[in-house]
């Protein structure tokens, strides 16, 4: 017993120390490996159920979607506001309201002016009768613009006469045409798509004369 005793003894306090360190260490490693293993299995539980969690929370996502989609947009009330200024509506009158089409074709219109023919425009040409006088008129009026380039009685007076060389046009003087809004001396021509539409004119313009003569004095 002495023996033992005095080995035990005899132990280097450096050596001890160095034991009582690695034992330490040992413990140290251990506990360390026992947490971080805790550690990761808690990191990858957690990553579970945050997996879960966002899965779950598109499966939400998805479903209030779905349910958006399907709900009603939302009623508004109408808002009704009142105009500050009152516009009254305007007729617009283009005198041919008291008067019939007996006769409507499309053609192109010419003007004499300065020793040559100027185009006056492409549009439909039409007798317009008055309901009430009888009284028998030829207005053309220009494509889109629709502005008057032809506005006359047919006088019986005016006679028509071939464009040389043509067989789809007529030529005639008129002593007051109102197409500028003023009573105009003007020779005109007009040009039809064929030569049967220019015989079809000139004989409507033949009988509008006829029922015209008790209007207008021969000279």
């Not at 990553?47 to 879960?52: D, N, T, V």
Request: aromatic letters at 8%; a negative charge; proline letters at 2%.
């Amino acid at each position: 017993m002495a023996q033992e005793c005095s080995l035990k003894s005899t132990t280097k306090p450096e050596e001890a120390l160095k034991t009582a360190e690695f034992s330490f260490s040992l413990s140290s490693f251990q506990n360390s490996t026992s947490t971080n293993s805790d550690l990761t299995k808690t990191t990858d539980t957690d990553k579970e159920e945050k997996k879960e969690q966002v899965e779950t929370t598109d499966g939400e996502k998805k479903e209030v979607g779905i349910d958006t989609d399907q709900e009603e947009s939302p009623k508004t009330d109408d808002v009704h506001f009142e105009p500050i200024v009152q516009l009254s509506k305007i007729e617009t009158k283009t005198n041919e309201e008291e008067e019939t089409v007996t006769f409507k074709m499309r053609a192109k219109l010419f003007r004499f002016d300065k020793g040559e023919w100027k185009e006056r425009g492409t549009g439909d040409v039409r007798f317009l009768k008055h309901n009430d006088t009888g009284r028998i008129r030829l207005v053309m009026r220009r494509d889109k613009t629709l502005k008057i380039c032809a506005n006359h009685y047919i006088d019986p007076n005016i006679k028509l006469t071939s464009n040389v060389g043509s067989d789809r046009s007529w030529i005639w003087s008129v002593v007051a045409d109102m197409s500028d809004g003023e009573p105009n001396a003007e020779t005109l021509a007009i040009r039809f798509a064929n030569s049967e539409n220019a015989n079809l004119f000139k004989e409507k313009f033949t009988d509008s004369q006829e029922e015209n003569k008790k209007f207008f004095t021969k000279y």
